[in-house]
């Protein structure tokens, strides 16, 4: 009865081999509406994804017919929440290919997950003089927690530098490992350039020197298939919201072992299993770090669209995305004094760029009037942007829904700036 | 394109692209800077002033057109004037630029262009941190101020 109840929030999971995106388009409600008389073009992906109507559906008949709390009630419905809430985790746990579920750890997003591991593994393992090497292309939320932890700890952050394309140096990324790296953090896919790193070159030349590895997967998780142990990452963190799911919920994978040894994040309910006055043992994994009652229609939104995105096929995704980005790579080269920031070779769905005296700022109000929305600005990325010597710049960012004809509309839209500014 | 015109009006963008006042002043004896986290504008406005009236004013920095192009007419406009008529403008800009407005545009004279500002609220902003930082430096306030 659970099961049958249970199947019914998950959206058929047959691949659809042909891509079609006008089908997948009628998928997102949103993007049928009008924004000052224009129809929606939606470019701001790398900030949050819209939503697809299964999600959507998923998390309504989670509050219409299942809502209550987990693991505490011998009641159908917290059997059934309970059941929604764990079988996410399984499909979280198979969408990464990781070896076990009690590795999936539901957090908060990629912000939290990263400041769990530095809070507890991190103050658990590094120690005075250690180093954490990081990038120059790193989210703030992939800076300032080591920033954090290397202050209580009297560590040391070391920085591996990028090129003019935007793609880490590898030879001086392994010039900065030594015996005192403790920890490499790095983005798998730059929120503001789009660069891909050599994720699996960077784990194992880390291995080497015994150094752990935090992958920041936030902008990977929707344009790439990711394989946990493919890679042999030590963690991996992401962001729901930005593959399809709602905002507040996220992951953080870890290999069971380092779980294991960790000590517990946030104290509270479900992460126990008995409490004295004298003395609290903690629940096994993954409850361990799960304090509180959590974000369960989050989770049951999380699993959907991650069942969504492995209807689509994620190589079919990716496909058409390399095509849309390609195609507004070339559209916007085609306009005069315009700069790409981050032409790395193996990039995904970013297109980061500034015009010759127009403010971005400017650009983006302009974007507007026309129904595009793209971010501008730092992009939490303040020290990369001055690596690059711009204060911000214009981002459209993909997603599975946009078209060529919206690469158009971007490219019309950066006329219309050039005008209002010639 | 036609309300796109109320926000870049043509001295709007005229200034955006040849500020005036734009340099560092060697006598000023106030400065400020203005910092909008939010998309990266950064302005350091410099202050002479003498018996209470503002002698000379500069300013230094980038930032989006609105921005720029407010600091460059806050500096034509406030020039020579007494600092409690420069704050009691800021007030009255402020009021335009929010859409508070009574008679206050006609009081303004060219600043009044920045009106179209408030349709649009995210870049409310831009328009004041100028403002805001001269403010600041005419109150002897030597930290950074952010619109944040
Ligand atoms: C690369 C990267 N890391 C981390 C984050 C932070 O994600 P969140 O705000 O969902 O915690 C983002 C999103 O802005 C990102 O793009």
């Known amino acids: 009865m659970t099961t049958a109840a249970n199947t019914a929030f998950r959206p058929q999971t047959a691949t659809r081999t042909d891509f079609d995106v006008y089908k997948v388009r009628a998928d997102f409600p949103i993007l049928a509406r009008k924004i000052h008389g224009k129809p929606l073009v939606y470019l701001d992906n790398a900030a949050t994804t819209q939503k697809p109507q299964p999600v959507i559906d998923a998390m309504v008949r989670y509050y219409t017919a299942e809502n209550s709390n987990i693991h505490r009630g011998v009641h159908t419905l917290s059997?059934?929440?309970?059941?929604?809430?764990?079988?996410?985790?399984?499909?979280?746990?198979?969408?990464?290919?990781?070896?076990?579920?009690?590795?999936?750890?539901?957090?908060?997003g990629t912000t939290e997950g990263i400041n769990l591991v530095a809070q507890t593994w991190g103050r658990a393992n590094i120690g005075r003089g250690d180093e954490i090497l990081i990038s120059a292309m790193e989210h703030h939320s992939n800076i300032v927690p080591w920033q954090i932890l290397c202050e209580q700890q009297g560590a040391n952050l070391r920085v591996a530098p990028v090129n003019d394309a935007g793609e880490l140096l590898l030879g001086e990324f392994e010039k900065l490992l030594g015996a005192k790296t403790k920890l490499v953090a790095m983005a798998h896919v730059s929120n503001a350039l789009g660069t891909v790193n050599p994720v699996r070159k960077i784990v194992e030349a880390a291995h080497r020197f015994d150094a752990r590895v935090l992958l920041d997967g936030a902008q990977a998780i929707p344009h790439l298939a990711v394989d946990v142990r493919a890679?042999?990452?030590d963690f991996y963190v992401f962001s729901g919201h930005k593959v399809y799911a709602p905002t507040?919920?996220?992951?953080?994978?870890?290999?069971?072992?380092?779980?294991?040894?960790?000590?517990?994040?946030?104290?509270?309910?479900?992460?126990?299993?008995?409490?004295?006055?004298?003395k609290t043992l903690y629940n096994r994994l993954p409850h361990k770090f799960e304090a509180g009652t959590p974000h369960v229609s989050g989770t049951i939104g999380?699993?959907?669209?991650?069942?969504?995105?492995?209807?689509?096929?994620?190589?079919?995704?990716?496909?058409?995305?390399?095509?849309?980005?390609?195609?507004?790579?070339?559209?916007?080269?085609?306009?005069?004094?315009?700069?790409?920031?981050?032409?790395?070779?193996?990039?995904?769905?970013?297109?980061?760029?500034v015009l010759?005296?127009?403010?971005?700022?400017?650009?983006?109000?302009?974007?507007?009037?026309?129904?595009?929305?793209?971010?501008?600005?730092?992009?939490?990325?303040?020290?990369?942007?001055?690596?690059?010597?711009?204060?911000?710049?214009?981002?459209?960012?993909?997603?599975?829904?946009?078209?060529?004809?919206?690469?158009?509309?971007?490219?019309?839209?950066?006329?219309?700036?050039r005008e209002v500014f010639a | 394109m036609s309300e796109l015109r109320d926000l870049y009006q043509d001295i709007i963008l005229e200034h955006s692209k040849r500020p005036r006042n734009y340099r560092t002043l060697e006598v000023a004896n106030r400065k400020a800077e203005g910092f909008n986290p939010l998309c990266g504008d950064h302005f350091t406005i410099y202050v002479e002033v003498g018996d209470g009236q503002i002698r000379d004013?500069?300013?230094q920095g980038s930032g989006c057109a609105i921005s720029k192009a407010s600091a460059s007419m806050m500096t034509q406009a406030v020039k020579g004037k007494r600092t409690e008529e420069a704050e009691e403008?800021?007030?009255?800009?402020?009021?335009?630029?929010?859409?508070?407005?009574?008679?206050?545009?006609?009081?303004?004279?060219?600043?009044?262009?920045?009106?179209?500002?408030?349709?649009y609220p995210v870049r409310v902003k831009c328009a004041t941190l100028a403002w805001h930082a001269l403010r600041a430096a005419l109150r002897g306030d030597q930290h950074a101020v952010s619109t944040e």
């Open chain 1, 302 to 353: 999380l699993g959907a669209a991650l069942e969504y995105v492995k209807s689509m096929g994620i190589e079919s995704i990716a496909r058409h995305e390399k095509q849309i980005l390609a195609y507004g790579t070339k559209r916007l080269r085609e306009i005069p004094g315009l700069r790409l920031i981050g032409t790395a070779r193996q990039k995904e769905g970013i297109l980061s760029f």
């Open chain 1, 79 to 108: 059997e059934l929440a309970t059941e929604s809430y764990e079988q996410s985790r399984a499909t979280v746990q198979r969408f990464l290919n990781a070896a076990e579920a009690r590795e999936i750890v539901f957090v908060r």
């Open chain 2, 89 to 119: 403008l800021f007030q009255k800009f402020h009021h335009v630029v929010t859409g508070k407005n009574g008679t206050e545009s006609i009081e303004l004279g060219k600043l009044a262009a920045f009106a179209g500002v408030s349709e």
């Open chain 2, 57 to 59: 004013i500069s300013f």
């Open chain 1, 231 to 233: 890679i042999d990452c």
């Open chain 1, 248 to 278: 507040g919920i996220g992951i953080l994978y870890g290999k069971a072992e380092l779980l294991e040894a960790m000590p517990p994040y946030q104290g509270g309910g479900d992460m126990i299993s008995s409490v004295t006055f004298e």
């Open chain 1, 356 to 417: 010759e005296g127009v403010h971005p700022h400017d650009v983006g109000t302009i974007l507007d009037q026309e129904g595009i929305a793209i971010r501008t600005g730092h992009h939490c990325a303040q020290p990369l942007m001055e690596r690059f010597g711009v204060p911000a710049t214009a981002r459209a960012s993909l997603a599975l829904y946009n078209t060529m004809e919206e690469m158009d509309a971007l490219a019309n839209g950066l006329q219309k700036v």
